[in-house]
């Protein structure tokens, strides 16, 4: 838990920062990820783990990735944008 928070910190820090320069920082923060290594760790498929009651596939958290990457989200900076199919709102 701590490590996230250090992640969310250094992302706020870092927009401020170079924002002048206009680099863009922000985070992603994902739930449970469908992964082969996730399936081999666990005995259930994410079910009801969250409101949305599935693990998310890996596509969906790399098309946030991609969607930050992009002139799309040319005014997004120091956001932490949390991809966990609701589980952090339980």
Known sequence: M????????????????????NIRANSVHPGYIKTPMMEEATDEDGNGAAPLARMADAKEV?????????????????????IDGGMSIQ
């Open 2 to 21: 701590a490590s996230k928070f250090a992640v969310r910190g250094l992302t706020k820090a870092a927009a401020v920062e170079y924002g002048k320069s």
């Open 62 to 82: 790399s098309n946030l990735v991609v969607f930050l990457a992009s002139d799309e989200s040319s005014y997004l900076t120091g956001t932490e944008q949390i």
